[in-house]
């Protein structure tokens, strides 16, 4: 798992890397800045700052010991995780957490449904998690999976994405969501220029962001998923200020003209 890790750092660090974690982090800082709460975790992917665009009082970010150990990359700024931890064993109490990040996650956890178990334990009922990860059903899913193929048969041969566990589709997503109960209110694709490895060639092809975006939209790149913690036969009470009777309001005599 840590030469998944690594690998995963170094692709970040990468012209195709760099192109999608800044769709990431624009992604991020729209969806997380009107969640409302008091605690909020983010989970691996130091180089994200997922929480950065969120008010709540209370955010951390939990790193692996792998992911904590490794040196950091020339001229980045260091981020010292909060506490150490893993997807699937989260120090802390069930329904106390409102808002989780899995960057990325679980494409490196070693149990995904285990990790969304878990998830699900911690959060607060109407809490939310965001999610983001690979499509394997983009061009550059396709030019990953060509690759692998080509290793198969051939020597050599080098992958365009990292050498992760396996792609979590957004169909897939959705599913497991559903079945822990989640609501998903949100899917959103992003990175729909072609699998280059070149700055230049990627810029070039900077127009195909807005087309993808209108005509092939679930053939971007990357997603990100927000869902909702429900909670069946939960029924959300009203304050005390609102429940309480209000008072009836006063009559008034109106003085009337007698007929003669």
């Known amino acids: 798992m840590s030469d998944e890790i690594i690998g995963l750092h170094r692709w970040f660090d990468s012209p195709p890397g760099r192109y999608l974690l800044a769709w990431e982090q624009q992604q991020y800082d729209e ?3 009107d969640i409302f709460g008091y605690h909020a975790v983010q989970l ?11 008010r709540m009082p209370h955010r951390w970010l939990a790193l692996g010991l792998e992911e904590s150990r490794l040196p950091p990359e020339p001229g980045a700024p260091v981020p010292a995780p909060d506490l150490l931890a893993y997807p699937v064993a989260l120090p802390f109490d069930a329904a106390s957490i409102d808002l989780v990040l899995l960057p990325h996650a679980l494409e490196l956890s070693v149990d995904p449904h285990a990790a969304l178990r878990e998830v699900e334990r911690v959060l607060v009922p109407e809490g939310r998690v965001v999610i983001s990860g690979l499509n394997p059903w983009s061009l550059w899913g ?4 060509r690759a692998r193929l080509y290793q ?7 992958l365009y994405l990292p050498d992760v566990g ?3 589709a ?3 997503m959705r599913d497991w969501l559903r079945l822990l109960n989640f609501e998903v209110d949100s899917l959103s694709f992003g990175c729909y220029r072609p699998a280059v490895g070149q700055t230049r060639w990627l810029d070039r092809f900077d127009w ?4 993808g975006a209108r005509w092939w939209p679930i053939l971007g790149a990357a997603y990100t998923v927000v869902a909702v913690k429900r909670v069946h036969g939960m029924r959300l009470m009203a304050p005390p200020w609102r429940a309480s ?3 009836a309001a006063a009559t008034v005599p109106v003085a009337q003209r007698r007929r003669r």
């Open 245 to 247: 009777p209000q008072p």
């Open 44 to 54: 691996g992917m130091s180089g994200l700052q997922g929480l950065r665009a969120n």
């Open 31 to 33: 969806l997380v800045a």
């Open 142 to 145: 396709l030019r990953q999976r």
């Open 152 to 158: 198969r048969f051939h020597a050599g041969g080098e």
């Open 170 to 172: 957004p169909g897939r």
């Open 166 to 168: 396996e792609f979590i």
């Open 208 to 211: 195909m962001d807005g087309l």
